[in-house]
């Protein structure tokens, strides 16, 4: 439980800045099984555009749910969406947890398909 704590307190401070920043927010949810991408508004309100593996068009194709291949691809679909929405610029919203591994390949292939951080 001391581990959930610690990455909510990381994220919470994040957030915090990121608001002040006033541009809207690239959020990521790991999980063992699936990762999550979703958009937010610059007030947090609303989300605008959203990605994962748990969606079938992102499924095809893929060996395994939960390796960088394809939180990379979750990544290059988030940033199709963000970009046919009319958004270019976003804060990456790591929630806490560290830039490496499945993350880091989302928030790569995410600046790939033309998402400025």
Same mark, same amino acid.
């Given at each position: 439980? !001391?581990?959930?704590?610690? $990455?909510? &307190? &990381?994220?919470?401070?994040?957030?915090?800045?990121? &608001?002040?920043? @006033?541009?809207? $927010?690239?959020? *990521?949810?790991?999980?063992?099984?699936?990762?999550?991408?979703?958009?937010?508004?610059?007030? @947090?309100?609303? *989300?605008?555009?959203?990605?994962?593996?748990?969606?079938? !068009?992102?499924? /095809? @194709?893929?060996?395994?749910?939960?390796?960088? /291949? #394809?939180?990379?691809? *979750? %990544?290059?679909?988030?940033? !199709?969406?963000?970009?046919? #929405?009319?958004? /270019?610029? *976003?804060?990456?919203?790591?929630? @806490?947890? &560290?830039?490496?591994?499945?993350?880091?390949?989302? #928030?790569? #292939?995410?600046? /790939?398909? %033309?998402?400025?951080?």
């Amino acid at each position: 439980m !001391e581990k959930k704590i610690a $990455r909510l &307190r &990381r994220a919470k401070a994040t957030r915090a800045h990121i &608001r002040k920043l @006033g541009v809207p $927010r690239l959020s *990521v949810l790991r999980t063992g099984q699936h990762i999550y991408a979703q958009l937010f508004t610059a007030d @947090g309100s609303k *989300v605008l555009a959203s990605a994962s593996t748990a969606q079938a !068009e992102v499924r /095809e @194709g893929l060996k395994s749910l939960k390796n960088i /291949e #394809a939180a990379a691809k *979750v %990544g290059r679909m988030i940033a !199709e969406r963000a970009r046919a #929405a009319g958004i /270019e610029k *976003v804060a990456f919203d790591r929630s @806490g947890y &560290r830039y490496h591994g499945r993350v880091k390949a989302l #928030a790569d #292939a995410a600046r /790939e398909g %033309g998402l400025q951080f």
